[in-house]
C-alpha cells in the first residue's frame, strides 16, 4: 500500500518510482514562479499489511470507521506487492 510522490498514474509501481520529474512552483498569490526538478520518492502508509502491529492497526481503524475512506482507496490503488 506504497504510492510514488509523483502522481502521473503511469507510474503504478516501485520500479518505475525513479528519478526526478517537473513540478510547477507558485507564490502565495497563485502567480507562476518556476519550475523545478524533485526526486522520486516511494513511500509506504501509515496503516499495511506489511507486518502484524500494521496490519492490527489498520484493521482496528476500519472496524471503527474512523478514517476507513482513505484506507479503502489505498487498497484500491494497491495493484500487487510494491
Do not use: H, Q
Amino acid at each position: 500500500m506504497g504510492s510514488c510522490n509523483n502522481t502521473d498514474p503511469v507510474i503504478s509501481n516501485k520500479t518505475l518510482c525513479v528519478g526526478n520529474y517537473s513540478v510547477d512552483n507558485f507564490d502565495n498569490f497563485g502567480i507562476y514562479v518556476d519550475t523545478s526538478e524533485v526526486p522520486m520518492v516511494w513511500t509506504m502508509a501509515d496503516t499495511n499489511y506489511d507486518n502484524i502491529f500494521n496490519s492490527m492497526l489498520t484493521f482496528y481503524e476500519i472496524a471503527s470507521t474512523e478514517a476507513w475512506p482513505v484506507r479503502l482507496w489505498a487498497a484500491v490503488d494497491a495493484v500487487g506487492y510494491d
